[in-house]
């Protein structure tokens, strides 16, 4: 599979704007899988917009994605703020590169001590879809801090952990050595995407990065825009599963 991170500059675009910038950054790449940063279809930190821009996952911005990914032969993952009746969801969306919905993962810890405890439900558990011969997990930002989220994940059969956020400028550990953890103890790939730039008073990290199943960053960011790309394997996850089983022995614990 060939995965790209795009690490979006979180502030001053319309919906249009954020589509027209995501299809410049597939033109050409002939990516298998895109990841979106945390709200990347709102923005993380606009205040009351995002309730108005609150949809559902087939809703106007999640048809102009499937669209973007069946123009470009893409599957698109992106964070977005669902609306499911009276509820604001924080939620992220897997779209394949036939534009069907494959997956929608509704946030079930907010981020502490930030508008999110006020501002959305809550949702469930680990999310999983099927995309061509691999499974895919969904979190998304603070739930990838825990091992458990890594742990029912990889236990779900999943190769994949897509995680997008909107990491603080005062959180990099968690970019450079929590992401880095939950792919080693479960040996399987991880996709951390991140916003760039400010957003009306808040600062983000960046370092958007995918790592590999033993844990070391293939590729990763700064805190500039931009897309960084990397080839993975399946092949690669069986053989750290089985040279390192945690997901066997830690059973016998």
């Excluded at 439900?121 to 890594?150: D, H, K, N, Q």
């Excluded at 994949?160 to 399987?188: C, F, H, K, Q, S």
Aim: hydrophobic letters at 45%; glycine letters at 12%.
């Amino acid at each position: 599979m060939k995965l790209g991170i795009y690490q979006c500059r979180a502030a001053g675009r319309s919906r249009a704007e954020r589509l027209d910038r995501l299809e410049q950054e597939l033109e050409g790449r002939a990516l298998d899988l895109l990841v979106c940063p945390e709200l990347f279809a709102s923005g993380y930190n606009v205040g009351a917009d995002l309730e108005r821009l609150a949809e559902a996952p087939d809703g106007p911005f999640g048809q102009a994605v499937a669209a973007l990914a069946r123009r470009q032969g893409c599957a698109i993952a992106f964070g977005y703020p669902e609306r499911a009746e009276d509820v604001i969801y924080n939620a992220a969306v897997l779209y394949d590169a036939q534009g069907r919905l494959l997956a929608n993962h509704r946030k079930r810890l907010p981020s502490p001590g930030s508008f999110e405890v006020e501002a959305f439900g809550t949702g469930e558990a680990v999310t999983f879809a099927e995309l061509g011969a691999w499974r895919v997990a969904m979190v998304i930002c603070y739930e990838v801090e825990f091992p458990e989220s890594g742990r029912q994940a990889a236990q779900g059969g999943a190769q994949l952990l897509l995680v997008p956020t909107a990491l603080g400028a005062d959180w990099g550990m968690v970019a450079e050595r929590v992401v880095g953890a939950r792919a080693y103890e479960n040996g399987i790939y991880l996709a951390y995407a991140d916003h760039a730039g400010e957003e009306n008073g808040a600062r983000y990290f960046g370092g958007s990065r995918i790592v590999g199943p033993d844990g070391r960053d293939i590729a990763a960011m700064g805190d500039e825009e931009g897309v960084i790309l990397a080839d993975i394997a399946l092949d690669e996850v069986a053989r750290m599963q089985k040279r390192l089983p945690f997901l066997q022995d830690c059973a016998k614990l």
